[in-house]
């Protein structure tokens, strides 16, 4: 197999906000490529574009000729590499493997530091050589005007280093996933191996941080323990928690790897007791001490939605706090949350547009594929997975054609996450309401006494093993319960498996880690909601709707044509159709979305059988658009 690592380095051009960006969209250019095949110790450093150094002769050539030889490329964040190798033309249709989308996966979603830095200190002998590009970069300059040498220097040391973080990130899967005694698929190795705080006392911490729950029990009248403030709650994280630096395992010697072990006598024959091996606690793993913290920040949950940097203040949360608020307290409440809005609405998305357009005012948002615990896409720079629909902010009809005379098609999957979970329960009532084309959305506006955009919120909740609201809330999540009783079940199922297994799977082979999952007094799992929620979620927007824009993208570029696709919400997608291939764009963006389940039969080898309904709709902006096609 010839494995070929390479990365590449561009200039870096000033946006409207004063920051720079090395994407292709605001004037950049392509400095130099470096690449090196695994058997080789050399690395190739070609130049395309410098202010001194003049462009390597054939080097497109021999860079082309490389990529058609490769079977594997090795890459850090490649995506940005590879879409600056397809803007300068290169074409590679061969395998790809990802450093950082490696940690990703490794570090079962958790919050783990995913640049080349953090990553060659972690695993590789080579290091990200930042100081010897810094002094430039302070001084304006971009990879054009940096020396040529001080650049070779930088650039075959990101390529070595990438390829050592590779080849270590390899190993230790196939040591974790091995027979030896740490494995990936045990939440517990897992967090002692990867992550860096320990809780000391399970009864003490869970005693602590239940503080606000009521208390029940036999012969006991319910009772509130008193509040904690948040000082109190910042103590307690710092007293009940060590923080380890067990990065490295390895069997252990005493026991052999099986965590306990039986003495032997002063005569040599063994006894009959059974010990806990005391070097390695009964793990069969002994770890090595590291100057470098794991990683992993421990933020407990109390009853108050406690987050990281204090309590939470957002709309949902202000929303519950005020149904016990009276007086100036609830006005302030109220004025705190429509200030909000109005604060996110100017900072995420007129000032989010303003300051990440290019010169001919494109927006290019940058997705994000390992942010999200559930695995779909998010998206910074501005945040397009978050824009107001328009009810209140009408910021979608400023997002228009890039073409004169151009449109925008937006194509969304009907009610996807209601038709997903019945689909991954088995529920017949689920399915047999969506093939009677029952509107499950106004259904609970009905109920509940909203309109049907309001009303998704809820639908969605007892998706999720949402139980609490308001009594027109709470009598709506009963009847869903008990009309979608399989769904309710299969809740359960998810919840014991996420207790005794530590992860639950999907069909898809996605995997979700709950290490920390235990039953609760009142006979729910912890983190009840994310056990329900990642299944659906992850399944509809991670595994089910990338494929359709895989097929709408190769679609495209079979056909030819300038239209171009142009964002993703959850589950939709959005087209910037030329002018004269509207119905061209329609039919293929159709047909794309309707190919879910031949699709999810090759890909997962999973028949998925749960209908699938359409709605497209197209205009002259994101906001008014008009039906075009529903199925």
């Not at 690449?35 to 080097?59: G, I």
């Not at 939440?187 to 602590?208: A, I, Q």
Request: aromatic share 10%; proline share 4%; glycine share 8%.
């Amino acid at each position: 197999m010839n494995i070929l690592t390479l990365d590449v380095e561009t200039t870096h051009r000033e946006k409207a906000n004063g920051k720079t960006t090395p994407l292709p969209y605001f004037g950049n250019s392509l400095v130099s490529i470096g690449y090196k095949w695994l058997e080789n110790e050399q690395v190739t450093y070609d130049c395309y574009y410098h202010s001194t150094e003049p462009p390597t002769e054939n080097a497109h050539r021999g860079m082309q000729a490389s990529l058609d030889r490769a079977d594997v490329i090795i890459g850090q964040n490649f995506k940005f590499d590879l879409n600056w190798l397809r803007e300068c033309g290169f074409t590679y249709e061969g395998y790809i493997y990802d450093t950082m989308v490696s940690e990703y996966i490794l570090a079962r979603s958790e919050r783990w530091p995913l640049g080349l830095a953090s990553l060659a200190e972690k695993y590789s002998d080579v290091q990200k050589q930042k100081d010897v590009i810094l002094p430039y970069i302070k001084e304006g300059k971009t990879f054009y005007d940096i020396p040529w040498d001080v650049i070779v220097e930088y650039g075959i040391a990101d390529v070595l280093s990438t390829e050592q973080v590779a080849l270590a990130q390899l190993e230790l899967a196939a040591f974790a996933m091995g027979d030896t005694p740490v494995n990936l698929a045990s939440p517990d190795d897992r967090s002692k191996l990867f992550y860096s705080c320990v809780v000391r006392n399970k009864d003490r911490w869970s005693s602590t941080f239940n503080l606000g729950h009521e208390i029940r029990g036999a012969g006991r009248k319910p009772k509130r323990r008193p509040r904690m403030s948040r000082a109190d709650f910042n103590r307690n994280v710092f007293n009940e928690t060590d923080v380890i630096y067990k990065t490295r395992g390895s069997q252990c010697s005493d026991c052999g790897g099986k965590g306990r072990y039986v003495a032997r006598k002063k005569d040599g024959t063994l006894g009959k007791a059974v010990r806990i091996c005391k070097p390695c606690e009964g793990k069969g793993v002994r770890y090595e001490s590291t100057g470098e913290v794991a990683g992993f920040k421990l933020v407990p949950r109390d009853v108050y939605s406690v987050a990281s940097a204090g309590f939470k203040t957002d709309k949902e949360t202000l929303e519950n706090v005020m149904i016990s608020l009276r007086g100036d307290a609830r006005e302030f409440a109220e004025a705190y949350i429509r200030y909000s809005a109005v604060r996110t609405y100017i900072s995420s998305f007129l000032d989010g547009m303003e300051n990440n357009m290019d010169e001919n005012s494109i927006i290019h948002t940058e997705f994000m594929q390992c942010v999200t615990a559930t695995g779909r896409l998010s998206s910074r720079n501005p945040n397009f997975q978050n824009m107001p629909r328009g009810n209140t902010f009408e910021i979608r009809r400023a997002v228009e054609s890039r073409f004169d005379g151009g449109s925008i098609l937006e194509g969304d999957y009907a009610q996807l996450e209601f038709r997903v979970a019945g689909f991954l329960a088995g529920d017949s009532t689920v399915r047999s309401d969506v093939e009677a084309g029952t509107d499950v959305h106004s259904i609970t506006a009905g109920i509940i006494g909203c309109t049907r955009q309001e009303a998704k919120a809820h639908t969605f909740k007892p998706l999720y093993g949402g139980v609490s609201g308001t009594e027109d809330q709470k009598r709506y999540y009963t009847t869903f319960k008990e009309k979608y009783a399989e769904v309710s079940q299969w809740h359960e199922v998810l919840q014991k498996d996420a207790v005794t297994k530590k992860h639950i799977r999907l069909p898809s082979g996605r995997q979700y880690a709950f290490p920390h999952a235990k039953w609760t007094d009142w006979g729910a799992a912890t983190d009840r909601t994310a056990i329900c929620n990642y299944p659906v979620q992850g399944f509809a927007t991670a595994d089910l709707l990338p494929m359709a824009l895989v097929l709408l993208d190769r679609a495209v570029a079979s056909e030819g044509l300038q239209s171009v696709i142009c964002n993703t919400v959850h589950d939709s997608m959005v087209m910037d159709v030329y002018p004269g291939e509207e119905q061209k764009c329609i039919d293929m963006m159709a047909e794309c979305m309707l190919a879910i389940p031949q699709e999810t039969l090759i890909r997962y080898n999973v028949e998925y059988d749960m209908p699938v309904g359409i709605e497209l709709k197209m205009g002259k902006n994101w906001l008014d658009l008009e039906e075009v096609l529903t199925v």
